[in-house]
């Protein structure tokens, strides 16, 4: 989906025009790739926009960056704030918001700590990712890229350079006419989607990848697994072999970009009946009646906007 424009960016702490956001061609980040960003959902509640765990993106942000020795000059609350002034600004939601931090221009070589560390933070209209019919089942291959082994790139980082992997994979998985692809990690065992964690439902139980598998630590994953076990099911973090991913009886992806996407094949052998299967349907349902209002934000996931248009 090409980016569909809004009025303001918010850069280093200040509103600026979306079309002064640009950076110099020699910026450390367009070489090499030292970026950390963030992937947040902005709902449309009745009394106004909301940002789903708006916190703890944030937190995970900042850890990214911890990560990458990127000094941020902004606390956790300042960089929420900092969403809330551009929802205001912009007066857009539901949106997609993107914050980033990134090396700027400074030096030409590898070393990054010569080149600052900038800030800015983004948002946009954006719909759905991986498909429209919210019950079909997307049909998935298992990669041929593996995810990073462990100690080259950090997992835990959600950084601009790990992308690299998800981009074979994904480009591997629309060229040969599937929706998604899931990487194995370097020893074989299941590890997530180019984009998203991966849940599997197997006799009744709930299994996720845990992190040492070479997984991001999906909020979204965090969300659904409290909102499983609220729902009365077993979840567990346990290692998987990329063939109960066939065997399965129901599976689905979990991020902010898909939400909770039900996959409907594997290699194109079936998954249940191909369309989202009744544990996944339960769950996504508790999940989308807290996003849209119906049941109430007992965990405190939902971070009001305040609406008044910021200058
Ligand atoms: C590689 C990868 N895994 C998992 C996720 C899901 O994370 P979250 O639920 O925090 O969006 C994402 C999306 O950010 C991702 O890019």
């Not at 956001?21 to 910026?27: K, P």
């Not at 929802?87 to 931090?101: D, F, G, L, S």
Request: proline share 5%.
């Amino acid at each position: 989906m090409s980016i569909q424009k809004t009025n303001k960016i918010w850069r280093n702490g200040k509103l600026i025009d979306w079309d002064d956001a640009q950076i110099h061609v020699l910026s450390h980040v367009v070489h090499y790739g030292s970026s950390v960003f963030e992937g947040v959902r902005c709902y449309k509640l009745p009394y106004g926009p909301a940002i789903f765990r708006a916190e703890e993106h944030m937190s995970r942000l900042l850890d990214s960056a911890k990560i990458y020795r990127m000094p941020c000059d902004y606390t956790v609350e300042q960089l929420v704030k900092g969403m809330d002034d551009l929802i205001a600004a912009n007066q857009t939601w539901p949106c997609y918001i993107r914050p980033i931090i990134f090396r700027g221009y400074g030096e030409i070589g590898v070393n990054p700590l010569k080149s600052p560390v900038e800030t800015y933070i983004a948002n946009m209209p954006w719909g759905k990712y991986l498909g429209e019919d919210p019950d079909a089942g997307v049909s998935v291959c298992v990669s041929s890229w593996t995810r990073m082994a462990p100690n080259t790139l950090p997992a835990l980082a959600k950084a601009g350079a790990n992308y690299m992997n998800s981009q074979l994979i994904k480009m591997e998985a629309l060229s040969n006419g599937y929706a998604e692809g899931i990487a194995l990690d370097a020893n074989g065992l299941v590890s997530e989607g180019s984009g998203e964690n991966l849940f599997v439902v197997h006799k009744g139980r709930i299994f996720t990848t845990p992190i040492a598998n070479s997984v991001l630590e999906g909020i979204t994953r965090d969300t659904i697994m409290q909102i499983a076990r609220d729902l009365g099911y077993e979840v567990v973090e346990q290692a998987m072999p990329r063939e109960l991913l066939y065997i399965a009886d129901e599976l689905f992806f979990t991020g902010t970009a898909a939400e909770i996407a039900p996959i409907g094949a594997v290699d194109k052998i079936q998954i249940g009946d191909g369309r989202i299967g009744p544990i996944s349907k339960a769950i996504r349902n508790a999940f989308f009646d807290i996003l849209e209002g119906r049941a109430e934000d007992r965990r405190g996931w939902l971070h009001r906007v305040p609406t008044a248009k910021a200058e």
